[in-house]
């Protein structure tokens, strides 16, 4: 992984327990997401959004990240996320580069049936290990270890904080990175996954947003919508993480 310089301030500080604060953020709590102004609403959301997600590790940097949707500019990271009229059950993802390989524990599969609720409600969940300041995110849960579980799920209830699972012990929940999104599936024909990513040059570390948390700095662009998006909206980071472009990316996903 080529890895980025980055200006120098103070690392991210560990929260443990859910829901009681932020990093450093202060957004709001999520409300439901609908259509950007100007635009119309869709048909009704049909068949299932596959959600894939990609996990991938670097043992000589200690340095985990997450994909959701292919990079806009480095397919060594793709994923398969996608709408279709099955249900995918086996996470598709891209060999890495090499230094950051796959790691199928941490990787997961959702299949969403979009028909099943009025809102799609996206749990980002980041966890963070503050011996090696490496951190990783999850939006659905891991096909190999429960303990990174997520509450993604499509329902007739918007949501507006995540369910976390407990972690390991050693990464453990981080409530400032961590987020809920409820995406109204009624108000557009689109859903546009923003994925943002950042790195750490100082920390050798990479950070994964696509749900915007209590630390608006990592803001995703993420939403429902009458128009497909084609690029990535991201908040600049913190000055020490920094967004990176070629990791970055955004899938539109028409809803019917």
């Known amino acids: 992984m080529r890895r980025w310089t980055a200006g120098r301030v103070a690392g991210p ?3 443990v327990v859910l829901g009681v604060g932020a990093l450093t953020g202060t957004g709001a709590p999520a409300s439901a997401k609908g259509a950007a102004a100007g635009t119309t609403g869709g048909a009704a959301a049909s068949g299932y959004l596959n959600l894939h ?3 991938y590790y670097a043992s000589s940097l200690d340095d985990h ?3 959701f949707v292919t990079p806009s500019a480095d397919n060594r990271y793709t994923t ?3 709408r279709a009229s099955t249900a995918d059950t086996t996470a598709t993802c891209g060999p890495g580069n090499g230094n950051h ?6 990787h997961g599969v959702k299949a ?3 028909g099943s609720g009025r809102y799609l409600n996206l749990q980002q969940c980041d966890y963070y290990r503050v011996a090696s300041t490496d951190r990783f995110t999850t939006l659905v849960t891991p096909s190999g270890d429960g303990r990174y579980s997520t509450g993604t799920k499509v329902s007739n209830t918007p949501e507006t904080s995540p369910t976390c699972g407990p972690g390991n012990g050693s990464h453990v929940p981080n409530p400032g990175l961590s987020g809920a999104e409820a995406l109204d599936l009624n108000a557009g024909r689109y859903l546009n996954l923003h994925q943002c990513v950042y790195y750490s040059e100082r920390l050798k570390s990479h950070l994964t947003s696509v749900v915007t948390a209590p630390d608006a700095r990592y803001s995703t662009g993420t939403n429902v919508s009458g128009t497909a ?3 990535p909206v991201c908040g600049p980071g913190n000055g020490d993480y920094v967004q990176i472009p070629i990791l970055s990316g955004v899938k539109s996903v028409a809803l019917g």
């Open 229 to 231: 998006d084609t690029r």
């Open 65 to 67: 990240f997450s994909t």
């Open 13 to 15: 500080v560990l929260t």
């Open 80 to 82: 398969g996320t996608k």
């Open 101 to 106: 390989v796959p790691i199928p524990v941490l």
């Open 112 to 114: 969403l049936n979009l």
């Open 53 to 55: 997600q990609c996990a």
